[in-house]
């Protein structure tokens, strides 16, 4: 029987998780809520990754050979921080974390040269050549750089401070913007210039005029407003670049890197395979594959675009 693989990708909010086979085909997909303990505390994010692996069935769940952990944070969670969050769960598996600028390029869905855009709390572009090399640039603290002279600032700060998500914050930009607010919709301008300035230092390192470009994190995929102007500039800057929304990418390359800890390497095959699956899941719409959560996890994500 094929042993399955499990990438796990954390927004410090919610867990999006992906899970496929030794030969690339990714069969289960799904979000939950956090499982970074530093947030949450050990307990949480146990329960909440036992509510996910719970519901992928006890037949898959016995398979997994291989769990990889991604964490979107300025700081790498080591893996011994990870066993006791994993313990009595995945008891058989070979268990580690990897760094999300590793697992974001990765896990996008083309053979082709491919950028991932990360728009969080930090803005990060990361290039995989076509060649296998990878090069990496970071902006820091996106919505905060922005102008703070205004009075609808403090509604922002407030929902900020209170630990809502940036999904949340995204979308409260979106409805001040909506509403004739020239500070949002010049913070939403900022933060958008920020991430295509992100795209273009990495630009000059393009070897083919149609790279895949996709888009990550709660700022980028949760604001309207910011993605069109990023779109639409990107349009400008690199016409025949391929852009595309990645929620998954970082969750599908912690698979990705699981499915490695049993090779040294990814044979063409594998990739193809990956590639065709990952495709499958965006154009069917990857909700059709998420798993059924606990409301206890559910109460801890975020709203997901």
Same mark, same amino acid.
């Given at each position: ?11 410090? /909010? ?33 329960? /909440? ?5 719970? $519901?992928? &069935? ?29 313990? +009595? ?9 990897? !760094?999300?600028?590793?697992? =974001?390029?990765? &896990? ?14 930090? =803005? ?24 703070? !002279? ?23 930009? !979106?409805?001040?913007?909506?509403? +004739?607010? @020239?500070?949002?919709? &010049?913070?939403?301008? !900022? ?11 990495? +630009? ?17 995929? +949760? ?15 690199? @016409?025949? $670049? ?11 390359? $912690? ?20 590639? /065709?699956?990952?495709? /499958? ?25």
């Amino acid at each position: 029987m094929d042993r399955l693989f499990l990438g796990i990708a954390d927004t410090n /909010n919610c867990a999006f998780m992906v899970v496929g086979d030794s030969s690339g085909e990714i069969v289960f997909a799904g979000i939950g809520g956090s499982v970074n303990h530093r947030c949450w505390g050990i307990n949480q994010a146990k329960l /909440n990754l036992h509510s996910m692996i719970e $519901a992928v &069935g006890a037949e898959i769940r016995s398979r997994i050979a291989g769990v990889c952990f991604t964490y979107i944070k300025e700081h790498q969670i080591t893996q011994e921080e990870v066993l006791p969050v994993v313990s +009595g769960l995945v008891e058989e598996a070979a268990v580690h974390v990897e !760094d999300l600028a590793i697992t =974001g390029a990765l &896990g996008l869905h083309s053979p082709k040269e491919r950028l991932f855009l990360m728009g969080d709390r930090l =803005g990060l572009a990361i290039l995989l050549s076509e060649g296998g090399q990878r090069h990496e640039v970071r902006q820091g603290e996106l919505l905060w750089n922005s102008r703070r !002279d205004h009075e609808d600032f403090s509604h922002i700060q407030e929902l900020h401070e209170n630990e809502q998500c940036l999904s949340d914050l995204a979308q409260a930009l !979106d409805c001040l913007a909506s509403q +004739g607010s @020239p500070w949002a919709l &010049g913070v939403a301008y !900022d933060i958008a210039c920020d991430l295509v300035r992100l795209v273009v230092r990495l +630009g000059n390192r393009f070897s083919r005029p149609d790279p895949v470009i996709g888009f990550c994190g709660p700022l980028l995929l +949760g604001s309207e407003t910011i993605r069109q102007r990023v779109q639409y500039l990107l349009s400008l800057l690199f @016409p025949q $670049a391929e852009v595309i929304s990645a929620p998954l990418a970082p969750a599908k390359g $912690a698979y990705l890197s699981s499915l490695l800890t049993r090779n040294t390497e990814l044979r063409p095959e594998v990739l193809t395979t990956f590639y /065709n699956s990952a495709r /499958n899941v965006t154009q069917r719409g990857w909700l059709d594959f998420v798993i059924n959560i606990s409301k206890s996890a559910e109460r801890n994500c975020c709203q997901v675009v």
